[in-house]
């Protein structure tokens, strides 16, 4: 079965940074799309960014582009998403999801990893 598995949140100060990771499991990771969504409390779903199956092309949503940077290994079907120059909005449930592009992909998700960001 799809397994998404993500890891690498924490507690950062603003202006901090943190490498999220998220294995993949189940499924043919190269063949697929893949996106990085969050959740901040109180609030629904935000898309972050996607990457095609093959790495070459990226998106991100305004609120985070230029200060995050979506990368694959496919060898190792693992996802990544640098965070750079945190800030306090940032803070939220940061989970990854087969495919979406520009979109919340609804159908698989792993359980996701705690971003918080405050002095």
């Known amino acids: 079965q799809v397994q998404l598995v993500e890891s690498g949140g924490g507690l950062v100060q603003p202006g901090g940074s943190l490498r999220l990771s998220c294995v993949a499991s189940?499924?043919?990771?190269?063949?697929?799309?893949m996106t990085w969504v969050r959740q901040a409390p109180g609030k629904g779903p935000e898309w972050v960014s996607s990457?095609?199956?093959?790495?070459?092309?990226?998106s991100y949503a305004d609120s985070v582009k230029g200060r995050f940077t979506i990368s694959r290994e496919n060898a190792k079907n693992t996802l990544y998403l640098q965070m750079n120059s945190l800030k306090p909005e940032d803070t939220g449930l940061y989970y990854c999801?087969?495919?979406?592009?520009?979109?919340?992909?609804?159908?698989?998700r792993g359980q996701g990893t705690q971003v918080t960001v405050s002095s």
């Open positions: 999801a087969r495919g979406g592009w520009g979109v919340v992909p609804r159908e698989y």
């Open positions: 189940g499924f043919t990771f190269s063949s697929y799309v």
């Open positions: 990457i095609t199956n093959g790495g070459g092309g990226t």
